[in-house]
């Protein structure tokens, strides 16, 4: 059974950076496209970036020049490097797997972490 851990949240200012971190065991990880995703108070769980096995990417647009992901398949963890934050960024963001290709389709991941509170103060 695939295992999901998100790490690095936390409360940041305005302008500031934060590097989200998401640990994958339990099946081989690099069979994987990956997925971050975020849900906000009030708000339905929306897409922000997915990478595949071959580290191809895809943002969404609200996030592009700002996040990056990337991963490191010999450490089975996958990053979400987050710049020039706001306080509409602020919500719990989820780390999810697929056996897919890379899509914004939050029903096309299998497996999701337990998320990670990012809160942005203005």
């Known amino acids: 059974q695939v295992q999901l851990a998100e790490t690095g949240g936390g409360l940041v200012q305005a302008g500031g950076s934060l590097r989200l971190s998401c640990v994958f065991s339990?099946?081989?990880?690099?069979?994987?496209?990956m997925g971050w995703f975020r849900q906000a108070p009030g708000k339905e769980r929306e897409f922000v970036a997915g990478?595949?096995?071959?580290?191809?990417?895809y943002y969404a647009d609200f996030v592009k020049g700002r996040f990056t992901i990337s991963r490191d398949n010999a450490k089975n963890t996958v990053y979400l490097q987050m710049n020039s934050l706001n306080a509409e960024d602020t919500a719990v963001y989820y780390c999810?797997?697929?056996?897919?290709?890379?899509?914004?389709?939050?029903?096309?991941?299998?497996?999701w972490g337990q998320g990670t509170q990012v809160t942005v103060s203005s």
């Open positions: 990478i595949n096995w071959r580290s191809g990417t």
């Open positions: 339990g099946r081989i990880f690099s069979s994987y496209t």
């Open positions: 999810a797997a697929s056996g897919g290709a890379i899509t914004s389709s939050a029903r096309q991941y299998t497996y």
